[in-house]
């Protein structure tokens, strides 16, 4: 089993010997405690999957990287599964460096970045190629590695959220320290809403739905981005997480919409606030952004349309037709 230093400090060398061993295993009821190139894609594996959702009755639904992955460890996906829960924190009998090594990845994303790709390199040189292990961080790399959608995270009601559930995790006794409790807290908050965030962008095929800008021959961090209907400090753990509740947007639409200048009704129609069509008429900065630009229905590709229950609670408490 890797120690702390051992699983921060992995070597190209070791990484390709450690694939070496397991592609020669063989699928038996307990394999063998994970080697360190597994932990390291479990812990990446948290920006694509949220291993809470699943458990004895639907661990059969988990996701295709998960499957994926569990063929090639020959492991199954509810081991792969009980790993992620032991790495946060949330899961019985893991191993010592388990949630150690979640908390500092948590704390430098870039490093987790560069193990992930020397372990998928080390892969690649042993001939497991990207049928048998997908390229699945390669969006979040080519970004800069760094969670997406935190600026939609507001600080207090974050803390109080962070703080519910480290006396969840308290309760169970599962890590070792109290500042440790909060930190693995706060990132399983934080992985959620990155999620979220990947989740609502490609519904929208990485476009603004308002006016159809595409950022695709630029880095999207930050020229494009993916916001809460019903805004997050508002919503219960569910509606925080459910894609049905995001909107993406380009930074001038996602700020109008925000602002209530801008709604859009059970129908996908954009409508536009008596003070910024008032606006527009006087005001040809504010044209140029809320003419013909802005399209008259939301663009949404495909049939992952925000839930009506969203759209109304937005149009009743933040879109503001009367002022
Ligand atoms: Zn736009």
């Known amino acids: 089993m890797p120690s702390l230093a051992a699983l921060l400090e992995l070597t190209d060398e070791q990484a390709r010997a450690e694939w070496g061993r397991i592609l020669q295993r063989e699928w038996r009821e307990r394999q063998e405690p994970y080697r360190t190139v597994e932990l390291v894609l479990c812990c990446a594996l948290f920006r694509v999957v949220d291993p809470h959702r699943f458990g004895g009755q639907n661990i059969h639904l988990m996701p295709d990287e998960v499957v994926r992955l569990a063929d090639l460890f020959k492991r199954s996906s509810k081991s792969i599964n009980i790993k992620m829960l032991n790495l946060d924190g949330s899961y019985a009998n893991g191993a010592a460096c388990d949630v150690p090594f ?25 001939g497991i190629g990207p049928e048998r292990l997908p390229d699945f961080l390669e969006d979040d790399i080519a970004d800069g590695a760094m969670l997406s959608g935190q600026a939609g995270l507001p600080h207090r009601p974050l803390i109080e959220a962070v703080e519910t559930l480290a006396a969840k995790l308290r309760a169970r006794q599962l890590v070792a320290d109290e500042g440790q409790t909060f930190r693995v807290a706060e990132q399983q908050i934080r992985l959620g809403q990155h999620r979220f965030a990947k989740e609502v962008l490609a519904n929208y095929g990485h476009q603004c739905g308002f006016c159809d800008f595409a950022p695709r021959s630029l880095p999207r961090k930050g020229l494009l981005l993916a916001s809460h209907i019903k ?60 003419g013909p630009v802005l399209r008259s229905t939301l663009r949404i590709p495909g049939q992952a349309a925000p839930a009506a229950l969203y759209l109304q609670w937005h149009q009743q408490h933040v879109y503001a037709d009367d002022v």
């Open 231 to 290: 805004p997050w400090a508002a919503c219960d753990d569910f509606e925080r997480l459910d894609a049905a509740n995001g909107i993406a947007a380009c930074p001038m639409h996602d700020k109008a919409f925000d602002a209530g200048l801008i709604t859009v009704n059970g129908g996908l129609r954009v409508h536009q606030a008596r003070r910024l069509q008032r606006s527009r008429e006087i005001d040809p900065g504010v044209e140029h952004s809320f």
């Open 102 to 126: 979640f908390d500092q990845m948590a704390a430098d994303p870039v490093h987790l970045a560069a193990l992930y790709e020397r372990v998928l390199l080390a892969a690649r040189h042993m």
